[in-house]
């Protein structure tokens, strides 16, 4: 039995996320276990006139490979995924693990090896969809495991997940994010004004530069849920110490109270509570020690850490400051073969000044945008 609220999560990504017509090429990812939503994406694709297909990943897959596969093996990334990415018009994606910690007992080197042999097709991928020659969105579709990791029974958690997407009820989502694509593009304009932002919190002290760097409003287009202003700031002028007081998750693995020291623009100090040692290896790829996103999260209807980043980096009264690669639409030029999300909860004790001036103060903008 398919369940109405996944039906309605597919017509909003068909209709308003992706934007999808007759004649686009789509492909949907997905594990057996998204089934559910990936079976009416389907069907809503279909309707729209598009070409839809789908690829279904089988569980435990990658995990085999990274412990069994040689090097080659591994790093092999099959001819037919380049060609298919100048394809398509469109991709969905959907998360939904059975076991979200599934990689953590895996060599990071192996990981690494994989991630560097995949960096030039991921580069290529997010060229075409900031260029506006590709669109994507992704979203999650609850699970057991994602439930257990946000502390929360499957039943709970799916009207979390739901609810944050705006599809229970009758009402029209597409209408909800749309307003909400409004407020965020104003803030977005006001923000493309500002030389540097000074962050202020517990432990948290940074200067980044975002002169001449354009802000982004994330409307529900490129994630659903979906609520932040992002930008990519200057790549060797960040300085200063931060302190994310969330665990930061990736890859399967957790890394707690991370704790990193920047200087011209590199990472030159780091230290966590628990696995400083995965940490460390991270830090080693090529140009992962420089900061590739500053971001506000200002979705309030997200008001808990539930261990996903789809729905932690947009916790309204957060920000997120990811090590790695940057957005080139943002004017952004890092490219490394990572983009890890982590972040830092200015709730409490937080402050944001703007080229001196206070405008964030508590987990708040202290007024509303003024567009240029």
């Not at 202003?229 to 969330?246: N, Q």
């Amino acid at each position: 039995m398919i369940d109405a609220r996944a039906e309605r999560l597919a017509a909003l990504v068909v209709d308003y996320s992706l934007g999808l017509g007759t004649g686009d090429i789509v492909r949907v990812d997905g594990a057996e276990e998204s089934l559910p939503l990936l079976v009416p994406f389907y069907d809503a694709a279909i309707a729209s006139g598009a070409h839809v297909y789908a690829s279904v990943g089988v569980e435990g897959a990658i995990e085999l490979l990274l412990r069994g596969g040689s090097d080659a093996q591994v790093a092999y990334v099959p001819p037919v995924a380049a060609q298919e990415i100048e394809d398509l018009d469109a991709l969905f994606t959907i998360w939904s693990d059975v076991n979200t910690r599934a990689l953590s007992g895996v060599d990071p080197a192996r990981q690494k090896l994989m991630l560097d042999a995949r960096q030039e097709l991921s580069k290529r991928r997010t060229e075409r969809i900031f260029s506006g020659e590709m669109r994507w969105c992704g979203t999650l579709f609850p699970t057991n495991a994602h439930a257990q990791d946000a502390g929360m029974s499957l039943r709970a958690y799916e009207e979390f997940v739901y609810g944050a997407c705006h599809v229970l009820g009758d009402g029209d989502p597409a209408s909800h994010w749309r307003s909400t694509a409004s407020a965020l593009q104003a803030r977005a304009e006001e923000l493309g004004n500002v030389a540097e932002l000074r962050i202020l919190g517990p432990d948290t002290d940074l200067l980044v530069v975002v002169e001449g760097r354009t802000w982004v409003a994330a409307d529900g287009r490129l994630n659903m849920p979906d609520g932040e202003v992002f930008t990519s700031p200057l790549e060797d002028k960040t300085s200063g110490e931060i302190r994310y007081t969330f665990p930061a998750v990736f890859q399967g693995r957790e890394v707690e109270d991370v704790r990193l020291r920047f200087a011209e623009g590199r990472v030159v100090k780091a230290e966590a509570a628990r696995g400083s040692d995965y940490l460390a290896s991270v830090l080693e790829m090529e140009r992962a020690d420089v900061l590739g996103e500053v971001a506000f999260g200002l979705n309030y209807e997200i008001d808990r850490f539930t261990q996903n980043i789809l729905f932690d980096e947009k916790i309204g009264g957060t920000m997120h400051l990811a090590l790695g690669a940057s957005f080139p639409m943002t004017g952004g030029v890092n490219s490394a073969p990572i983009h890890w999300d982590m972040i830092c909860d200015l709730r409490e004790d937080g402050e944001v000044y703007a080229d001196g001036e206070l405008i964030w103060k508590a987990g708040h903008f202290l007024n509303d945008p003024v567009s240029a």
